[in-house]
């Protein structure tokens, strides 16, 4: 159940050529997952974002600081809960 819009979904993005993979809490729905890839595709640096909605994994591809994706990820209302570095 989403937390932010009381909707349940099981559709995904596949997350293909991972560059920084993040866990994103409270991510649930499709409406969601497009609200954090919105905010993450306008941090300066990323170049995409990918977003597995199942697991609540985003990947994201670039030179944009972790920091600022962070920052876009709580302004859209969402908590980063397990970055993880990945190449």
């Not at 991972?18 to 866990?23: K, L, P």
């Not at 990918?50 to 697991?55: A, I, S």
Request: aromatic share 2%; proline share 6%.
């Amino acid at each position: 159940m989403c937390v932010s819009c009381d909707t349940n979904s099981t559709r995904a993005t596949p997350t293909t050529g991972e560059d920084r993979v993040f866990v994103v809490a409270g991510m649930s729905c499709q409406p969601c997952a497009t609200r954090v890839d919105t905010a993450v595709r306008a941090v300066p640096g990323v170049t995409d974002v990918e977003v597995d909605l199942p697991t609540g994994r985003i990947t994201v591809l670039g030179t944009a600081d972790e920091n600022q994706i962070r920052t876009a990820v709580t302004d859209a209302g969402y908590r980063i809960t397990d970055p993880e570095l990945s190449r």
